[in-house]
């Protein structure tokens, strides 16, 4: 070997993170134009999103759930992964409030009770699971909104006490307010 220290960083120069929000904001800032995430849309399709656009999504989230009262709330999130998933979780986890992540292959009976049994008050879902949680959800005493994402319509939801909010709108609604 020609120079092993060539791959030496010195304790000094690495830079120390104690939550995934510092990260996202470091990549952020360092790599704003760099793929964060990818994901399938549709059959042939794909979408990607930069750094500069999930710290974006992130903060304007995190902003909306204060500006609604979710300070301090717990939070479930409820549905496939995806990059609209990351930005909530991260939204929550940032010192918002506390994140309470639901298996989307419970029966309804289960998420009835993770979801009282952690007093939620807002679910983040996915259309698609939605058609599971829509079966649950008349029967939750502490749910009271729901977040969609990844959807193009607020879908009905019978029997339901809970606030139904598209995710894509309460981000713009708060990038727009910041804007002020």
Not at 25 to 32: G, Q, T, V
Not at 58 to 71: F, H, S, V
Request: charged content about 25%; proline content about 4%; aromatic content about 8%.
């Amino acid at each position: 070997m020609k120079n092993p220290d060539r791959f030496y960083i010195k304790p000094e120069d690495v830079e120390y993170f104690s939550t995934l929000y510092q990260i996202l904001c470091h990549a952020a800032k360092h790599y704003p134009d760099k793929a964060a995430y990818r994901q399938i849309e549709g059959r042939n399709a794909e979408a990607s999103f930069t750094f500069a656009e999930v710290a974006e999504n992130t903060n304007a989230l995190r902003a909306a759930l204060i500006e609604k009262g979710m300070a301090g709330k717990h939070m479930a999130l409820f549905g496939e992964t995806s990059a609209q998933w990351i930005s909530s979780y991260l939204a929550v986890v940032s010192g918002v409030g506390v994140c309470v992540p639901i298996d989307r292959e419970l029966p309804p009976e289960t998420i009835i009770r993770q979801l009282d049994f952690a007093e939620t008050e807002l679910v983040f879902c996915s259309a698609k699971g939605l058609r599971k949680l829509r079966l649950a959800l008349p029967e939750c005493k502490t749910v009271k909104t729901v977040v969609v994402m990844r959807s193009d319509s607020v879908p009905e939801l019978e029997n339901c006490s809970a606030d139904v909010i598209l995710l894509d709108e309460l981000i713009e609604s708060a990038k727009e307010f910041a804007k002020i």
